[in-house]
């Protein structure tokens, strides 16, 4: 390849087409993953590969041929990539390219092939490519870039309105970082939102100001604006033409009453796209570094609703079997009631020096924790003030040795 010259960048549509990828480490192993995605037919030729791309094989995803390669082994490609170890054995691969006229990627030296493999990113059907000249750290940085702009909407990839509708949205536990990439990004096309009060607080700040913010905060034991209600105005608002978010906190099927708004809008004959989010009953606790499960401790984790009393007629859980049984059990919306299910538990069984851990506003700038027992639950968290939203985890995993407030997940 001739450096003075520019690289061409250009998409190639490898469907039901053959490529060859001489070797099998771990930069074969990056390069096979994306053509399966682009529908090739990828032969791997190697004496031994990665587990990864072994496991490519035995799933059919790929062939693997497990020898050194040979002269004849890219008839009838269309596509080449040399990235082995060995540059004698990438020279040999580029050269019988050359012969056949196909476009070859070597890994080892980007010059020496007749092409090159550009840093790429993919979001909603774009795909972002970057050459830097041979400058890989750049063009990976600057497709990075790239694709978390789009990601947050500071780039408008968007030609036309969106189609009305809604999207429910679980926003994750309360840092604006854990939403997912799908939910950030229909939320940045969002021209309503109809927002929880454990939603991202800080995603809601950077949209545009001709966005319609309705808050629907229900605060425990306190103001709330009606499920019907809520249900009305995602409907309402989708049916004048606009599209809805509906941004609800964790996940919106986990205790959020998602799919009660996913029933309303159906029977509205309104289109709805679900988004999951990330629960605060398992991250909450992570960021607090307690794992729910863990290997020769707990194989059972149950996340139970606090809602209602265990003595409450409404309420559905089986609490004699959480008492016998020896796994994590996680409450949430439980604060109020605390030492009345630490009652129960030990009353059905479970000793009252399980350990537990309540964490209260998880993944947020505020985030705390509190430990006690179930003998002591119901005083520490009265003493300590706990209030909503907390986690509790309860079970041998609550006394395990873990770092301080965020340790296990700090950046």
């Given amino acids: 390849m001739n450096r003075a010259h520019e690289q061409y960048l250009v998409g190639l549509d490898l469907a039901g087409r053959r490529v060859v990828v001489v070797g099998g480490g771990q930069v074969a192993q990056r390069r096979v993953a994306k053509l399966i995605a682009s529908g090739a037919v990828v032969e791997v030729v190697s004496p031994e590969v990665t587990p990864a791309v072994e496991g490519m094989a035995a799933a059919r995803e790929i062939a693997w041929t497990p020898r050194r390669f040979d002269d004849g082994d890219l008839?009838?490609?269309?596509?080449?990539?040399?990235?082995?170890?060995?540059?004698?054995?990438?020279?040999?691969?580029?050269?019988?390219?050359?012969?056949?006229?196909?476009?070859?990627?070597?890994?080892?030296?980007?010059?020496?092939?007749?092409?090159?493999?550009p840093a790429t990113g993919e979001f909603d059907g774009l795909t972002v490519g970057v050459l830097a000249r041979g400058a890989h750290r750049?063009?990976?940085?600057?497709?990075?870039?790239?694709?978390?702009?789009?990601?947050?909407?500071?780039?408008?990839?968007?030609?036309?309105?969106?189609?009305?509708?809604?999207?429910l949205v679980g926003g994750g536990p309360g840092d604006p970082e854990l939403i997912t990439v799908r939910g950030r990004r229909l939320l940045s096309r969002a021209q309503v939102v109809v927002a929880d009060r454990l939603g991202p607080r800080d995603l809601i700040d950077e949209l545009s100001p001709d966005v319609e913010v309705i808050d629907a905060s229900k605060i425990p034991y306190g103001r709330a604006m009606a499920q019907q209600r809520i249900n009305e105005l995602l409907v309402e608002h989708a049916k004048a033409g606009r599209f809805v978010v509906r941004l609800k906190?964790?996940?919106?099927?986990v205790y959020g009453r998602g799919f009660e708004e996913v029933q309303a809008c159906a029977e509205a004959g309104v289109p709805v796209t679900v988004v999951p989010g990330i629960t605060s009953a398992f991250a909450a606790p992570a960021l607090a570094g307690v794992p729910v499960s863990h290997r020769g401790v707990a194989h059972e984790i149950v996340v139970v609703s606090g809602h209602v009393a265990p003595d409450d007629p409404r309420s559905l859980t089986d609490w004699e079997a959480l008492g016998r049984m020896t796994g994590t059990v996680v409450l949430m919306?439980?604060?109020e009631?605390?030492?009345?299910?630490?009652?129960?538990?030990?009353?059905?069984?479970?000793?009252?020096?399980t350990p537990v851990v309540i964490v209260q506003d998880g993944t947020t700038r505020i985030q705390r924790t509190v430990r006690a027992t179930l003998a002591t639950a119901g005083r520490v968290a009265k003493d300590e003030e706990v209030s909503p939203p907390a986690i509790v985890?309860?079970?041998?995993?609550?006394?395990?040795?873990?770092p301080g407030p965020g340790g296990a997940g700090a950046a």
């Fill in 75 to 117: 008839e009838g490609a269309w596509y080449a990539i040399a990235a082995t170890d060995d540059p004698a054995v990438n020279q040999q691969v580029t050269s019988e390219a050359d012969r056949h006229r196909i476009f070859c990627v070597r890994a080892d030296d980007g010059q020496a092939g007749t092409a090159v493999t």
């Fill in 138 to 167: 750049r063009s990976a940085a600057v497709r990075t870039a790239l694709v978390e702009a789009l990601q947050a909407g500071v780039v408008d990839d968007s030609a036309e309105d969106p189609l009305p509708g809604v999207a």
């Fill in 249 to 253: 906190g964790g996940d919106p099927f």
């Fill in 333 to 335: 919306m439980a604060v």
């Fill in 337 to 353: 009631r605390i030492g009345v299910f630490a009652d129960v538990l030990v009353a059905n069984g479970r000793p009252a020096d």
């Fill in 393 to 402: 985890v309860i079970g041998p995993v609550a006394g395990l040795d873990a």
